[in-house]
């Protein structure tokens, strides 16, 4: 029997490490609520992940017995690239301002980041435990809200004047206005973070302030459900008495991801954001029109639920904007373009459906609709200019289940709508009042005015006949559209807009460079011998549309990896912006157990770099390999490629380390 006696070096008192571990040239700083002592293991792996031994564990050499310190002291030393704060197991709360003052409430000081730099591939990063890991505002809603945050306001973390910033891996609870507040900072990342009762999860302030990426985390906004299904609308949105805006709850009027007056290149992607009142809210308000803002925003792979107002909502202006392979469940107005400047924008590949009506039956405001556009009535006289696009918007192959219009009203110019499949409710399969009938695609588009030309609608497929204005306009509207025709959705109440036979044929897409989208190059979906699908899915197939390209503007892009497609035998990178032409870059193919292939030259083709996989080895699947390849890009500006955020993480850049050759 193994028994431990008091000779037993394993039960001997170990010193502490110290409060900087040092792991080749990156330190991890640990934290802790209170800064006591701890026990933990890392991980030999690139990002150091670390564990905590199983409670009652016998300690191993891989365990670390370590000093921690409080949050803020933690956080008050990670000042190089690399650094990593790390949090253990723990609720952390801030440390006061003034305790000890009997004439002052106590109040949380926020931990501030000033002037840190870290870098995109290698940022200063504050990283928890996932669920075990608790941030606690412990603050509540104040008059000034939904006022937007700025930086005298409470968050949890402040970034001003940052960069390469990332913030990972934990819970949130009760951080009004927001969990993470960041001005005129860059190259920021928030993911993996769950968060409840707040008015934005993130926002970022300043024309200074870009390269945002908000992946995979989970937000909701209001942990009781009642702004979805109780509280009135308006008294969230708010409205005009005696020329003040009014709402008891207006402090809801918030969104996961929102800023104001930044440049742009924004990615949300893979995040989860339920019973709030938006989810994407963006706002232009003081920038010229040479540097309106907005720019380069990918939206993708989220899932919005129970949105009561918008789910995509840029203000003032938007350009270059990609929407695609979005679930929107339960949401109010989808996407609002009421008084949004800009234009190419891309919504394709989303799907969308219902299984309640917002608000209660007296709510007035639970309609709802897919496109929200600006009023007639709420244009300013001449001579300021219409606040409309004046580049195109594109929406094609989505799929919605409805129990609305797909825009009621308004103005709106350059919008082509085709490729789309819609179902719409009947009646007599809800509850009273939650499918109404007569709906269809538009209802009075334009207020009652004529037409405009550059708006066009058309093979669309419809589960009703084509009626109403959408009929009888001039120029012709759905003339080759499908009216009256089921989709073939297999389930679309519970989200399954799979087919159940094949798709009928759609318009082929061609997305002209510098015409219908910024890239130098044309984008074509499909051709008239071999036409696109009408809808999200070809079958049981996702539709597969155009990858992201950056619109050249400031601030100056990185090559970034949109886009990883893989054949047998051939295999292309494609990147967010053209790579410089000459350059010599290898790539070699490593499985997941670690067998390495031979090295294999690529071309470049733009801002694809190819590589062809004739006479690979059987051994290693292209599909599920790593592609290491031997040297970063240089764009034609001369920026390197980077991998933050990129598509597909098993492109990486480094040295291949062959634990064994695929012949």
Known sequence: MDVEGPDDPRCEEQAPAPVLHVVGNRRIIFATPGGDIRTVRIAATDDLAVTTPPPGTRPTEEDLIIQTLPLADAVALADRPGDIVQLLAGRYWLPLAGPEDPDQPPWPKPIELVGRRGDPDLPITIRGLGHKTILVGSNAVVPCYPHLPRRSHFSFFKLIDCEGIAIEAMSAETCWPCLIYAEDSRWITVRRVVAVDSLYLVFARGSGSHHYLVEDNHWQQDPTGALWDEIPWAETHGFRTAGLRKGSYRYYNGALFGSLDIAGSVIVRGNHARDAFNAIRMEVRDLPDSEAGNRNV???????????????????????????????????????????????????????????RP???????????????????????????????????????NSWFLRTWIAKSGLIRHFHHYNNAVQFCRPEDFPPCTCLPGRGIIEDLFDGGPWDPTVSFDHDLCSVEFAGQIATVVPPQ???????????????????FRLTGSPLPGRPIVLRAGQDWPDARDWMGGTETAPPPIGAFAGQDR???????????????????????????????????????????????????????KPMATHLDGRIMICDLVGMPAAIDPAAAAVILSDRPLGVNGSPATLWGSADPRVRFGIVVNLGMAC
């Open 298 to 356: 990918e939206i993708c792979d989220n899932r919005f639920e129970r949105i009561r107002d918008n789910p995509i909502e840029p203000e003032g202006h938007a350009l270059n904007w990609f929407v695609h392979d979005n679930q929107f469940v339960n949401c109010h107005a989808w996407f609002s373009l009421d008084g949004v400047r800009g234009g190419f924008l891309y919504i394709f590949g989303n799907v969308g459906w219902f299984t309640e």
């Open 359 to 397: 608000g209660q039956i007296h709510d007035p405001n639970s309609g709802g609709k897919v496109f929200k556009f600006i009023d007639r009535a709420d244009l300013l006289a001449p001579p300021t200019p219409l606040p409309l696009p004046d580049q195109p918007i594109h929406v094609f192959n």
């Open 478 to 496: 759905e003339s080759h559209g499908h009216g009256g025709s089921d989709p073939g959705f297999i389930d679309p109440r519970h989200g399954d």
């Open 543 to 597: 539709f597969v549309g155009p990858p992201f390209v950056h619109l050249p503007a400031p601030p100056v892009e990185r090559p970034r990896i949109v886009r990883v497609e893989w054949a047998r035998e051939r295999l292309e990178v494609v990147f967010s912006v053209p790579l410089a032409p000459g350059q010599t870059i290898n790539a070699t193919l490593v499985t997941p157990d670690g067998l390495a292939g």
